[in-house]
């Protein structure tokens, strides 16, 4: 059974940072390619980032490019989602998913295990 818990969520004001981890257990942590996907209050879940099995790839949504870093840490079994200069746009539930092949996609329907979620808002 796959596990996924996003820590690293909060509060944060326009312009400042946060880092989103997420733990993975109950497989082969290099087995799987992994993305962080967003949903905010009416909207549909969409893509923020993903990255291979060995991190050495990786790809962002438009929105978040050079300001998110997605990377990963395979003896850790985690996932990092570095975000920096934070607009009020990014506020949503940020979700981890582990997909069971070693390249990424951005469809959510590419991964069959995710995580609970962690809720970041950002002020203006």
């Known amino acids: 059974q796959v596990q996924l818990v996003e820590s690293g969520g909060g509060l944060v004001r326009a312009g400042g940072s946060l880092r989103l981890s997420c733990a993975a257990s109950?497989?082969?942590?290099?087995?799987?390619?992994m993305g962080w996907f967003r949903q905010a209050p009416g909207k549909e879940r969409e893509f923020v980032a993903a990255?291979?099995?060995?991190?050495?790839?990786?790809n962002y949504a438009d929105s978040v490019k050079g300001r998110f870093a997605i990377s990963r840490d395979n003896a850790e079994n985690t996932v990092y989602l570095q975000m920096s200069d934070l607009r009020p746009e990014d506020t949503a539930v940020y979700y981890c998913?582990?997909?069971?092949?070693?390249?990424?996609?951005?469809?959510?329907?590419?991964?069959?295990?995710w995580g609970q979620g962690t809720q970041v808002t950002v002020s203006s």
């Open positions: 998913a582990a997909r069971y092949y070693r390249s990424p996609t951005a469809s959510n329907t590419g991964y069959g295990y």
């Open positions: 109950g497989h082969t942590f290099s087995n799987y390619a």
């Open positions: 990255v291979n099995w060995s991190g050495r790839s990786t």
